[in-house]
Structures are given as structure tokens and as C-alpha cells.
């Protein structure tokens, strides 16, 4: 029986019915999890490694997919073949799964205890206080602090962190053989995300169950799983042993997204230069207010006392987990946030300024945001939205000068002049943040706060971005206040980093030696958690 | 949770695979979409057909002639004032020209005259049936007649025009006002949205069909006055979704990268937030349309709406139902009414589609 592996693949298809057209999201994908094992499945966004996983369970959307060939054998039965009844029985005993979201994998309406006892009571068939005391057991387990009290709250009253750790107790409290963890951490600040992986680790070898991980993250990949699955375009393109696949990958595909990691793109900056942004003692409180007439009783101290400067053609990394309070650092600098303290641009005050005299200022600090869905008007055409700044900075312009420019600042951000009339969902994630490039840098602006541009990108077209970003900064002479939790991407492309935690900055200094020698415990403890390798 | 990522990435493929997409201005491809539902398609063809038909309604249903030949001469009595005696006759009084003298004058020596279709306004009294009024259908009255001996036809089509003209004024009126006053509360927020909120509560709760009557009862009763009051009260629940979709929308980044370019507070609202919030407004617009033929149609039943002579609906319906066995009546009225009404349903829906950029 040890032999056997706990689940065998075979050459799995899925294909899912659309209106009019078929898509074939996993095509003839086989592989086998051991028992105890730790498998991934690896690959980008859309290579149907979700798909696949989900199949295990058959837990696709029925009427809409089809296997038109393959199995997964459990036990050996297809459980492709199984009728529903059967199949729930299966999933949460057998087979268990945890989501990328925590917020919404929980019912807001129920508390932790009624969600927890349901899933146990129905399939360890126990009474109500045996499946508590389980319930209690479990969540103590998974490092949730005073299980009695938490396991009345519900799901918004628990951070992040704690709510994918009471979905990792519901999911283990059934003990199951296989825990299928889709990308579990991606929603974490890279601190718990450690600390739930670890948890992971520690568990699955208590149980003795499989785990099969999925994850876009090759770095997280490569410190908790033993065995790797690569997909690409919904084909099983390589799989092997951790070591085997990191260090002597076969396939061009492989390869390619093992050289996507962001390297370092800029060198030291240059100390001669001369200042852009000064923003000192910066601070953004909000209020808490209590009762019928909203008494301040309390403040939340966002950013806190921060100085800071940028130099001209440097960029300056904003690194810090949710809630440090980085973006409302960099939205208050762009006074697009409201905030206490001096900021002067260029040796000119902005925050004595009124918004409509600053209004002709903005065409010189302009900002990219993390999501490119959301970041452009759904119901504008690219010319419009790229056009846009350009009416209001550059009135002068005729129809034809505009769309000249438009087109010059398209093929900058190498795209396709055909995208002029197309709506923003027709482009990929990469795209449309190429489109949110240009829609600034074609108002030649002096400065851009990048707030986590690369953070919803897939990993090689996250370096195609940060290489598009440092080709502009050194054609235009741009300045960059980068913002982002990922220190990886921090790293590749800022001159200087400042390390900010609860609106306070913890620390801040060149990248090299920050890096390399890091004075404060929380940039350690960053570090470490970033499970960086210590290069360059 | 998992999105089935692999039909989006499709979708984008086959787009850009496609050249006749990419070259369609935004307006074409809306109205390709548009196109796509047929049946909201023909059902725009249909409506429009016959609303425009019904604006000429005094060519196809009046009275008086199109064009009289008298005398080597051409009159258009349609258009102008035309004596008795111009024609002949003893009377300083305009020309009745379905009386049998008249027509007799008109028809011989030469002289000829064409008439509408159907030879009735809304006000003629049809002399021709052998029945008591309201009479059945006959060669002279395709509807019958109704209590008043005047014909259902005409009635139906004046009545028809005057119904759409007002749902669809009625409509621009209330969506403009109830978009200003939701786009308003859902940017500004805070205080004004708060103001705003109070004045819609206690606004609301005015009794709308007592005011109706009370200003009924003051004022000569006209399609106007009918219209001010409907569109004081009609704003109200379409501002509560544009505020709705405005609070969402100007959190978003695509508004606040708006803000950083640099654009003002009207350009955001409109350019913006406004294109974006259509959606409710668009899905309301036939049901809005719809529902304001229903007011006046049942306004006019309940005899609070336009002055009597006025060609109506509802005053038809309330004739039906004095007149049970009088059938032309009731029925002729009701196909009327379920046939706008399905119709612009069935534009309504097909034009949600159209604006829906995201479908392909």
C-alpha cells in the first residue's frame, strides 16, 4: 500500500464550455502525490495550475466543464466518475482544501464556532461538545491565541493571518490525507505568510498527510515543497524534485520563469543630485470617533512623523507591510490624502497650496496604482484615457498633435498602436499596467509614486514592467517613490529604501546596505521572512 | 477563490485576433452589441415606426381633407383656416367637411379632395352608425365608436402619441434630476449626502396622489402641470442608485488617478463616475418609460389626469369598463398599451447589453 501513491493523475483535460467557444484549460496533465509528500503546482496566471487541483475535488461548476479525458484515482476509483453524494463525502474527510482569500472563504454572518463544528459534526459524525472540544484542540493547535474566546467571533473580528489559520484548523480538524492549499499566503504580509507556512510544515508532518501547494511564487515553492509541478497554458510542461528542477531545470519554460526573478536593475544613485520631493514630519491621524455626537476618543496614527526626501532621477522604495502605512505616506506627499506637515516639490510649498491651485502642478507628480483593472475607466477607450492628462496639461494641442503624441508614448511602453480603441478589458494585467505607464509619462512628469505596480503581475511580466520602469527613469530622468510590501521587487529597482512599520520609519539607507546589513530587528525579520537569497 | 483565468486570457486572444474589432469607434461596437439582440432590435425598429407614424397622426386621422382641388385651385385644410364660403357654402364657420354639402361641393365639377385613411380626429363625432353609441366596428369605424359617437381608432392614436411624448419627457425630466441629485450626494459625501438623505426622507413621505388631486382641483388640469408634479417626485429612487454607484466608484483607483492628473471635480463626476454608473439608470430607462404610460393612463382612468377632451388611454379603458359589453373598447386599448409596454421592454434590455462594454 505505501507503494501506491495517495492520489495518481492521469492525464488529466479539462475543458470548460463558454457561450460560444470551447477552452481547454488543463490539457493531458498527469502526476502522482505520495503519501506525506509536498507537491506543487507552479506556473502563472491562466495555467490552469488552479484548474487542475480543483478537478481533484470536482469542484468545478457543473454544466459548464467537461473532462474529455483522464482520471484521478483515490483509492482506486476515478474520482471524475463519482456522483456528487459520494464526492462530498469525500472532500473536507479525505481530501481538504484552504483558499487564497481568507476574507471570503468565511461566512461573515456565522461565528468561527458554528462553521468549525458543522464541517466536524458532519463528517466525524460526533456530538456537539466532542466536536467543541476537537474544534478547540484544533484551533490551539494552529496557534490561534485563547481558542475559547476567538472561537466565538466572527470572521472580520480576526486579522488576515488569524482567519487562514482558523481555515487551516477547519480544514485539518477532519484530519485529512490531503490538504490541497491554493496559493494560501498569496493575501499575507510576508511575515505571517512564514509563519503559516511553517504551521503548514509542522502539521503535515504531525498528520503525516500530503500537501498540495499552489503557487505562483517559485521562492516559496523552492523552501516548502519536495516535488514540482511546472505548468504553462495549461500543459504539465516539468516535474521533478525540488533540488532537481531548481538547480537543473529541463524545459525552455522553466527556465524562463526561473530568470523572470527580479534581479538588481539599477546601480547606487548618485549623491550629487539635487532634491526633488522634502516632505518633513509628515502626519496622517484619523480620528475615533464614539457616541451620538463623535467624540474623538482615540486616533489612529497612519503615518506618524515621517521625513523624507527624493532625489531628481532616483528611486526611493517604500517597503512595509498592511498597515504600515506606505501608500498613505505616498498619497499625503501627492496631497491626494489629507495631512499634516511641509512638503515642497521643487522648492515650491504644496501643502499651503488650495487643490485648485495645485491642479496645473499635477501634470509634475503623477502616481501608478497596484491594480490595472481597477485603475483604468472600464468604459473608456485607451486614446481616451491616455489623452486625458493631455486636455488638461496641454491645451494647446490640436486632435492630431495629441494623437501623435499618444501613439510616440505608446510605442514607449511597447505596445501596439492598435490598442488606441480598445476598451481596457480587452488587455492582459501586464498590459493594461503598460497603459496606466503611459496615461503619466506622457505628461512628462518630474515624479511618479509607483504604489505596488507589479504586485497583481505575473512574475515575468513583473520584470518586463520593472525593466519598462527603469528604461523611462533613465530616458526621462524620472523620480520614483516605489511602494511595495515585495522586497524582492524593492530591491531590483529602487536607489534607496525606507522601511516603514505602523506610520513610523523603522529604518532607511541605500539598498546595498540595507540589504546586506540591516540595523533594525523588524528590517531583519523582514528579511528573513522574505526568504531572500543573500546575493549581489 | 479561483476565476476560470483561462476563458478571460481566451476572450483577450480571440479580441485582438480579430481587426474588424479593433477598428470600431466605441458608438459602433455599442451598436453592434445593440444589433446582436434581435429581438430588442426589431422591437426598436417596430416602436420607432410607429411612434413617428403617430406624430403625423393628422395626416392618417383627421377630419379634414389632405388637399382639396376646388375651382382650379388647391387648399390645404390641414394646415389653414378655410371658410365655408370659400368653398361655396352659407357659413362664415370653418368648413365641416365630413357634412354631406360640403362634400358634395368638393366631389363634383371637377373638384376633388384627398382624405386621410381614416376620415376622424380625436374629436369628431362619427354620424354614420345605425347603432347606439358606443358602436361597434363597421366599415365607417374600424374600432367602433366610443360613448360619445367619436371614433376608437382616432382616439387611439392621438391617445398613443400623447401617452409616449409624455412617458418620454416625464422620463428625461425625472432621470436628469434623479442623476444631479445622486451624483451630487455619492461625490460630495458626508454633509451634503447627509442634507441630501434627510430632505429625500421627508420629501418622500409626502403624499404624492393627494397633492394630485388638491392641485387638480386649483389648477385647469393639463399635461403640464401633470409632468412638474410627476418629475417633482419621480427623481428620487434613481438618485438613491446613482449615489450608490457614486460612493463605490470614487474610491477607485481609476477616479483617484483621475484626481492626480489633475482633473476637476466636474470632470471626474462626468467624464468619469458617470459613465460608470449608467448602468442602473440604463436598466431603470424602459421601466421608467413604461411605468410613466402606466401613471398616465391610470391617472386618466381615475379621472385625475388630462382635461377631457384630451385623447387618452386611460380615459378609453375607464369607458371599457362603464361599457363591459362594448368589447372595441377594452380591447383595442389594452393591445395598445401591452405593445408599447413589451416593446420597450425589450429595447430596454437589449440596450443594457449594448452599454455593457465588458460583453464582447
Redesign the interface.
Known sequence: MSHQPLIRVKDLSVNFQTADEIVEAVKHVSFDIQEGQSIALVGESGSGKSVSALSILNLHEAGHVCYPNGAVIYQQQNLLLKPEAEMRRIRGRDIAMIFQEPMTSLNPVYPIEKQMLESIMLHQRVDRPAALKLALDMLDRVGLPDPARQIKSFPHMLSGGQRQRVMIAMALSCKPKLLIADEPTTALDVTIQKQILELLRELQAEFNMSVLLISHDLNLVKHYADYVCVMNKGELVEQGDIQSVFENPQHAYTRHLLASQPTQLVSASNQERQTLLKGSNICVYFPVTKGFFKRKVDEVRAVDQVDIELRQGETLGIVGESGSGKTTLGMSLLRLQSSTGEISFNGQRLDTLRESALRPLRKEFQVVFQDPFSSLSPRMTVEQIIGEGLQIHYPQLDAVQRLQRIKKVLAEVDMDESALWRYPHEFSGGQRQRIAIARVVILEPALILLDEPTSALDVSVQKQVLELLVRLQQRHQLSYLFISHDLNVIRSISHRIMVMKQGQVVEQGDTRTLFSQPRQAYTRELLSAAMLNHQS | ??T?????????D???ST?A??????GQRAWHRFKANKRGYYSLWIFTFVFVLSLFAEFLSNDKPLLVHYENEYYFPVFQFYKETDFGGDFETEADYQDEYVRDILTSNGNWMIEPLNPFSYTTISYHSEMANPAPPSEYNILGTDDRGRDVMARLIYGFRLSIVFAISLTIVGTAIGILAGMLQGYFGGRTDLFFQRFIEIWGSMPELYLLIIFASIFQPSIWLLIVLLSLFGWMGLSDYVRAEFLKGRN???V?????????NS?IMF??LL??SLTPVITFLPFRISGAILALTSLDYLGLGVPPDTPSLGELLSQGKENISAWWLSLSTFGVLVGALMMLIFIGEALREALD??RS
Open positions: 477563490m479561483i476560470p483565468e483561462p476563458i478571460t486570457t481566451a476572450v483577450v480571440q479580441a485582438a481587426p474589432a479593433v477598428h470600431m469607434s466605441p477607485l483607483d481609476y483617484k488617478s483621475a484626481r492626480a492628473l489633475g482633473l476637476s470632470g467624464r468619469h459613465p460608470n462594454t465588458r
